[in-house]
């Protein structure tokens, strides 16, 4: 309800809970999207109004989500594209498929987001995560968010202003 009152959207909220379930899980992004309906349902009870937001727009029409994937992953960090690949397909190429398709089309080419927000959503989770079973440590996973963000040329206090913000909110 804080984050309501201090200026985020309803569709801000939504987005940060699917943008989260990358990394936290759909159990818990669930859980979150129930805790959000209980606090509409009580500001709705006291008459409070809540700002929906910006929607976001459709993918493109004609382009298969393993496409818009690629494209939207390639636009954010090239490396890794090819890292990854790289890494799953030799063993999985139906889950490289699945990252790219779900996390890249259907997540992060959403435009009600920035991608500043979504980083800054996602180290928040991870940081908040108890137990967070990652293919590296907690430590790694935030160094390279960290180092995503300083890819978006934000200086040293932005970065570091952002991740202090992150942790005193969770």
Known sequence: ELALESGFTLSDLKEIIIQ????AGFPRSLNGMACL???LEIRNQRGQKTIEGK????????MSRYDLGWQTLQSLDPDFIL????????VSPELFGLVLEHGYADIFYRDNLDIRQREAAVVAAMVAVENAD???TLENKVAERT??????????????TEIQQLLEET
Not at 55 to 62: A, D, F, I, N
Not at 83 to 90: Q, S, T
Not at 147 to 160: G, I, P
């Open 20 to 23: 989260v379930s990358l990394y």
């Open 37 to 39: 309906r209980g606090i």
């Open 55 to 62: 929607t976001p727009s459709p993918q493109p029409e004609g």
């Open 83 to 90: 890292r990854l690949k790289a890494g799953l397909d030799p």
């Open 134 to 136: 990652w293919s590296a």
């Open 147 to 160: 180092a995503e963000l300083k890819a978006l040329n934000l200086s040293l206090e932005q970065r570091t």
